[in-house]
């Protein structure tokens, strides 16, 4: 069992910047390929960002390519996302998710392990 942990939301004005952080334990972090998505009020949960277990293949949503950066350092079993130029648009609930299948790493259904969120406020 692989237990996620993120932290690193808050409420911050249009233009900040982030840094989302998810602590993983139980299984071999190492192993799987890592996601972030994000969840508005009265939206789907959807793909923000992805990472491969070596780092190797990294993907983006369109909605956050240039403005967001998603890392992990396999050593201290951590997933970040750095996000930057932060929109309204942006506020979410984000979660990071554990998963094997890299065919399907940009689809919520192919990961095994969710945390349970952090909030990300961004005010006009």
């Known amino acids: 069992q692989l237990q996620l942990v993120e932290s690193g939301g808050g409420l911050v004005q249009a233009g900040d910047s982030l840094r989302l952080s998810c602590v993983a334990s139980?299984?071999?972090?190492?192993?799987?390929?890592m996601g972030w998505f994000r969840q508005a009020p009265g939206k789907e949960r959807e793909f923000v960002s992805a990472?491969?277990?070596?780092?190797?293949?990294?993907y983006y949503a369109d909605s956050v390519k240039g403005r967001v950066t998603i890392s992990r350092d396999n050593a201290k079993n951590t997933l970040y996302l750095q996000m930057n130029s932060l929109k309204p648009e942006d506020t979410a609930v984000y979660y990071c998710?554990?998963?094997?299948?890299?065919?399907?790493?940009?689809?919520?259904?192919?990961?095994?392990?969710w945390g349970q969120g952090t909030q990300v406020t961004v005010s006009s």
């Open positions: 998710a554990a998963g094997r299948n890299i065919a399907r790493i940009k689809e919520k259904e192919m990961y095994n392990y």
């Open positions: 139980g299984l071999a972090f190492s192993t799987y390929h």
């Open positions: 990472i491969t277990w070596n780092g190797g293949n990294i």
